[in-house]
Structures are given as C-alpha cells and as structure tokens.
C-alpha cells in the first residue's frame, strides 16, 4: 500500500484504525472457563477499509466486509476472519487503490467500476438454507461458505430475488425458520419502493409484497409480528439529483416525523397504514410483538440525528451530548382510527445494539440485551483521547416486563460491540444462557470475546478469551449452533 490512512478519527484509535488481516487463530488462549454446553459458530463482520480513500475521507459505514467466525467446541474456541470478496474489493486489491467514492453514491465511484456492484457486504451475516449471507442494505446478498468463509459470490436467491436491494436486518421466524426480509430503495437508487419477503428453509420464495412509501428515507431495521410487518422510516432522505451532482445519499431531514409503515403478513400490502410521532432517530429493534389489536415495537429512539456524516441541508449536526436517548416501547393501536403511536421508555439510559433472544423473535418476551452508555463512569481520556464515535461502556440486561435492569461496568479503557444471545440449551427458557460479545481495550489496543451468565451479567465475565491481535469496531453478528453451520 503505497499511502497512509487518513489521519482523521474513522480511520484512527483503537476502535477505528483498520485491522485489514486475514487469518485464523486455532484454539485462543482464556482466562476462566468456556461452558462445554456452548457449541456452535459466532459469525459477525465489520466494515474494514482495504484502502485509504479514494477521496481522502470516508465513513465508517463504507468500510469492505471482514467476517469473524469463533467457533466453540468441548470449552475451546478457535478464529478465523476473511473479507467478502465483493466485486468491489477484488477491484480495488487488482487497482492496489480504492476505486470508490462517496457511500453510496456510485456516480462518484472511479470509472473502472462503474459496472460493479457497489456493496461492502458490511454490515450483518446470518445463517440460511445452507449459506452464510453477508449483508448491505444497498445490495442483493453475497452468499459464503459457513465453513471455509470462502465467497461465492452476489446472491439473488436463484432467480427469486426481484429487488435492487435487500436488508441487513432480516429476521428469522422462530416456527418456521421462514427469512423474514425486505429491502427498500427496492427498484433502485432513492426510490419509495419497499418489498416484503418471506423466503422458506430451503430458500424457495413464498411471499412478496409490493408498497410505495410516502418518500425514499433509510429503513435500516424493522420489525416482523405473528400478524404484522412494521417498517420505521427514518428521516434520512435519499434523492437522486443530489447523488448525480457528486453528494450525500442520505439528508438528515429536521422538520420530517418519523414515519412506521404497518401492513399485515397475509395481505396484499393495500392495508398499509403510515404511523407517525414527532422527528427523531429510530434505532434498531430489540423485538416486537402483537396481541391481534396491538403492536409493541421496542426499540431505542434518540431526540436527534445521531449520524453526524449524514447532516441536514444546512450542514449542521448536533452534538452528541445534546441529544437524549432511550430504550422506547412503541405500541400502535390497529383498531384506533387515527395515526399516533403510544411511546414509553423502557430504560433511563443510552443503550444501542439490542438483541433479544431468538427463539421468541416477534413473540411475546421479557429479556433484551444491549450496550449502554453512562456518561459519569470514569474514562482515561487522558491516554485514550476523547470518546470514540458508538462507544458503549457497559453491557445490560433488560427485563421488559418488570423494568429491573442488570449493568456491568468492565474499566476506564473498555468498550463493547454487538452482542449475542446464547441459549444453554435448545430447551432452555427464554433468557437462560450466555450474553456474548467483543470488548475492546481502548488503551491496550487489544480485544476479547467475553462470555458472561445471561441472568448475571452484573457477576461479569465467566470467561474470557483473548484475541492475539486488536478487531475494529464491528456491527452485527449471529449465533448458529451446532458442528455444521447452515446444515438444512
Ligand atoms: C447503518 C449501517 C450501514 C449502512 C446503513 O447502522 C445504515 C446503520 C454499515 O452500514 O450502510
Ligand atoms: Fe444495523
């Protein structure tokens, strides 16, 4: 590599300077002791700049896809972390340069890619008939092998696959392991169109349904029912004309709501109703359910734009500390008439990145987890620098039918990523198992995978395992139990 990363805070610090190797660890080093009950495959993936950018800065969201697999057996875990080999990155590594502009915006790509997929596959993998899918909200899929981590290539589920796009955040319905998916910009860049799928366990399409939304915005998550589909549209905008002119996909939008689309699972998507509550910044869904009439969509909500790259036309972003975030409880009342939404808080507290356990997705439930901030524990800024950009320095566990709430605080130079739930057993209750997730050493340069008591987080880890090299900030991941990922 023939030039620097930028000296600017997304390609600097020890959560945020690239890593960009490829490699595996066979049995990692740990302090205390892995349950034998823990088997399967950690998969998750971050977004890891290949190249410094093309135009001297870029976003975190824009990084290539470098996937990690740990693997846990008899109370050992071993590594192996590969990139997808998008048509990008295989463009740039035969360039030795990156080839790509401004997130999102292909008309500012190098011309030499101009024919290319413009995904990363950045940003969540999940398991699904018999393929590791590596995901961007941009893009179809690239499918992997779960073992080797070897890429195939862009997947269109055979042929089946009828939008330009496909989300990050599919769900898989715990009764019938149906993929529960949608994309959005679904007939291309900064369209209003959003599709629906229902894809069964041996990947044959089973449900598409078709709705226009009342402008193209961001729908990064959202969240699936027994009887419902909810899309929360973000007010980040997208617009076609700013792209061509060499500018930002997104727009965050001051004076716009934040809009929930709501359409029944069995309907023609005609039923589609637009729910509205004041400007805000929806985050990702920690799991909803319904009760026939009712809809609970829990999911955090901060007072503002969180996004700082993606500011308002006036370029303004608001500090960080000015905003207010909660953990919401989001109830839509499908008798009423109207459109208003009923919002609660679940927690006093920042919280993001929250994962519930799976085997209640859409269903009734009672234990989330999440990564916390609380700003008046002790951090060392002074070796560190001032706090990175998604720097949680707590792990909680939330019971959402009572309130109570469980926290461990790690030390002055510790964050976490994304967590996972693990249950003890496939028979186990809800909630009884394991809370695993990547901590990062922020003065250390290090990062561990630690494994805590799901009921006890506030005991802290029950083990720790120690990678011999540092990980970036990552973000979404998933649990696949068992010797052979992806076995149908
Ligand atoms: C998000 C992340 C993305 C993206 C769009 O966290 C939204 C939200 C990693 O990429 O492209
Ligand atoms: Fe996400």
Not at 82 to 98: G, P
Not at 306 to 328: A, C, H, N, R
Request: charged share 25%.
């Amino acid at each position: 590599m023939t030039s620097p990363f930028p000296n600017k805070p997304e390609f600097t610090g020890s959560l945020y300077e690239p890593a960009r190797f490829e490699g595996a660890v066979f049995d990692l080093e740990v302090e205390g002791k892995v349950p034998d009950e823990i088997d399967g495959t950690f998969f998750q993936v971050a977004p890891d700049p290949q190249y410094p950018p093309m135009l001297g800065e870029d976003i975190f969201f824009n990084g290539d896809g470098a996937i990690s697999a740990f693997r846990f057996k008899n109370g050992h875990v071993d590594y192996k972390r590969r990139y997808v080999m998008t048509e990008r990155l295989k463009a740039q590594r035969s360039a030795r340069a990156s080839l790509h502009g401004v997130y999102r915006n292909p008309y500012t790509n190098d011309e030499r890619v101009r024919d290319l997929s413009n995904s990363t596959a950045n940003t969540n993998v999940v398991v699904h008939h018999g393929k590791l899918l590596a995901l961007k909200e941009d893009s179809p899929p690239y499918a992997l092998d779960p073992v080797t981590l070897e890429t195939i290539g862009l997947y269109d589920f055979n042929g089946q696959l009828t939008s330009a796009t496909f989300t990050a955040h599919p769900k898989i319905d715990p009764e019938t392991g149906d993929l529960l998916c949608f994309g959005y910009e679904a007939k291309g860049e900064a369209t209003p169109d959003i599709v629906y799928y229902e894809i069964d366990r041996h990947g044959r399409m089973k449900r598409e349904v078709w709705i226009v939304a009342p402008y193209a915005a961001m729908i990064h998550d959202f969240a699936v029912t027994e009887n419902y589909v909810i899309f929360p549209l973000m007010p980040l905008t997208a617009d076609l004309e700013r792209m061509k002119q060499g500018g930002k996909h997104f727009q965050w939008q001051p004076g716009l709501d934040q809009l929930f689309g709501i359409l029944r699972r069995d309907g023609d998507g005609r039923d589609v109703r637009w729910f509205k509550a004041p400007n805000g910044f929806q985050g990702h869904t920690l799991n909803a359910f319904d009760d026939g009439g009712k809809i609970y969509v829990d999911m955090p909500v901060t007072s503002g734009n969180i996004f700082y790259f993606f500011p308002q036309s006036d370029g303004i972003v608001p500090p960080p500390e000015t905003l207010s975030s909660k953990m919401m409880r989001w109830t839509f009342d499908m008798r009423s008439k109207g459109n208003s939404i009923d919002v609660q808080p679940l927690t006093n507290f920042a919280c993001e990145f929250p994962r519930s356990d799976d085997r209640y997705c859409g269903r009734q439930y009672r234990h989330g987890f999440v990564i916390a901030m609380d700003p008046s524990k002790p951090f060392d800024e002074d070796r560190i620098g001032p706090r990175p950009f998604q720097f949680f320095n707590q792990l909680a566990h939330l019971d959402v039918t009572t309130g109570k709430v469980q926290t461990w605080f790690a030390d002055d130079q510790s964050c976490f990523q994304e967590p996972i739930f693990v249950p003890r057993r496939p028979d186990a209750a809800e909630g009884d198992g394991y809370v695993i997730g990547l901590c990062n050493r922020l003065r250390e340069r290090s990062t561990d995978l630690l494994i805590m008591d799901a009921q006890h987080l506030a005991d802290g880890p029950i083990a720790t395992v120690k990678l011999p090299m540092r990980l970036r900030m990552s973000l979404h991941g998933n649990w696949v139990p068992g010797e052979q990922p992806g076995a149908v």
